[in-house]
């Protein structure tokens, strides 16, 4: 979503009209709230260096368990 609009209506003409296959009437007919609801729930957030960071310091890498031959 770009800051100054606030939502991207690019991006949800392309998810409920290409995606949804709705035809613009009914698009433009739905409110933002009605639009998400169709979309169902929203995918989690990419995980940025902070995350990372975190689970590697959670699960950090040891010695393999597997013999070598």
Partial sequence: MTAEA???????????????????DAFWALTPAELRLLLGPAA????????????????????SKTPTP
């Fill in 44 to 63: 989690p957030a990419p995980m940025d260096r902070d995350r990372l960071s975190d689970l590697m310091r959670a699960f950090p890498d040891g010695p």
């Fill in 6 to 24: 606030g939502f991207d209506w690019p991006a949800m003409m392309r998810a409920g009209i290409a995606g949804l296959g709705l035809s613009p």
